[in-house]
């Protein structure tokens, strides 16, 4: 099993940034992907990203490509969500979720989700 915790969401202003972070805690010898999606009010989740820990490799939606960036920090157990160019519409609930592997972005490949961290991005 996994156990996924996220946080540092909060109030972000148009063009700034926000890092989210992802703790993850591995109850059983599992090898996690770690995926970031988001759910504005009234829309489905989205997938935004995944990070493959055998390689390092990471996946993008393009609607976050070159804004958002993935990152890990082993020692932590620990993955972030750096957002960059943040836009109105980023704003959301922000959950990270865990996978054996990055196959794809749809909701219903991740096992574990963590609680959610909101984002609102106003002037």
């Known amino acids: 099993q996994v156990q996924l915790v996220e946080s540092g969401g909060g109030l972000a202003q148009p063009g700034g940034s926000l890092t989210l972070s992802c703790a993850v805690t591995i109850l059983e010898d599992y090898w996690w992907a770690i995926g970031w999606f988001r759910q504005a009010p009234g829309k489905e989740r989205e997938g935004l990203g995944c990070l493959n820990p055998r390689d390092g490799t990471t996946i993008y939606a393009d609607s976050v490509r070159g804004r958002f960036t993935i990152s890990r920090d082993n020692t932590k157990n620990t993955v972030y969500l750096q957002m960059n160019r943040l836009q109105l519409d980023d704003t959301a609930v922000y959950y990270c979720?865990?996978?054996?592997?990055?196959?794809?972005?749809?909701?219903?490949?991740?096992?574990?989700w963590g609680q959610g961290t909101q984002v609102t991005v106003s002037s």
């Open positions: 979720a865990s996978d054996s592997g990055c196959y794809g972005l749809d909701v219903g490949e991740f096992d574990y």
